[in-house]
């Protein structure tokens, strides 16, 4: 029972490298979220996808692309990374908007140096 | 728009004493309201959530919380704290109509830590 899936969980990179975080979910979830995490911040929404086909911009999504690849899949791509995106990177996905719960992944802890 | 405010980023509390955690919610439509459970080094979990059906819920371990639309607030409550509470808690909202209802919009967390 997986649930929501991310790789890679940790990764280190040096500014201006390109890397893509990985999610998949196997609960059929038409909607997937993607959050980071920060001290004294909380979860911030990078992007979203409400269903397969559709993404759409969070509160902070300069820096970030996503690709909803199939109703499992759903990829965060920084393409020239910077340090101010340190930060742990969450995936969620439910089934629908408004009330559903959302269920998260582990995480993945990134570092740009 | 809709937002969540945290009052208190961090609450210390004896065990066996009462757990308060404040949230109070902004949203142009009638909310959708959640609080969620994080412990070291996991993922959120849901706690409980309030959909527009009874005002009072009872969640998971014993929390409940209370919608009170006159005070926007929906405040978490647990009667007896435990060692296993100690946990960073959020408190989230999404809106009950229009396009905006996929975004779930968190607070900035509450630290709880429980002292024996």
């Known amino acids: 029972n997986a649930g929501v899936t991310q790789t890679p969980k940790f990764q280190v990179l040096k500014t201006g490298q390109s890397m893509t975080l990985q999610c998949a979910q196997d609960?059929?979830?038409?909607?997937m979220y993607w959050y980071r995490q920060d001290p004294g911040m909380g979860l911030r929404l990078i992007y979203y996808s409400a269903s397969e086909g559709t993404t759409d911009k969070g509160e902070v999504p300069n820096g970030y692309n996503v690709s909803r690849l199939n109703k499992r899949e759903f990829s965060l791509r920084l393409e020239s990374a910077a340090p101010s995106q340190t930060s742990v990177y969450f995936c969620?996905?439910?089934?629908?908007?408004?009330?559903?719960?959302?269920?998260f992944g582990e995480g993945s802890r990134l570092t740009v140096l | 728009a809709q937002s969540v405010t945290q009052l208190g980023s961090h609450v210390s509390v004896s065990e066996g004493a009462l757990v308060l955690l404040r949230c109070n919610y902004s949203?142009?439509?009638?909310?959708?309201l959640f609080w969620y459970v994080q412990y070291p080094n996991q993922g959120l979990q849901l706690l409980l959530k309030?959909?527009?059906?009874?005002?009072l819920v009872k969640g998971i371990n014993g929390f409940e919380a209370e919608f009170k639309k006159s005070e926007t607030s929906f405040h978490l409550t647990k009667p007896s704290a435990h060692m296993s509470d100690a946990a960073e808690y959020f408190c989230a909202v999404s809106s009950n109509s229009g396009g905006s209802n996929y975004k779930l919009t968190f607070g900035k967390g509450t630290l709880l830590t429980v002292n024996p």
């Open positions: 309030y959909t527009s059906a009874a005002t």
């Open positions: 609960m059929n979830h038409n909607s």
């Open positions: 949203s142009s439509v009638p909310p959708y």
């Open positions: 969620a996905s439910r089934e629908r908007g408004g009330g559903g719960e959302l269920f």
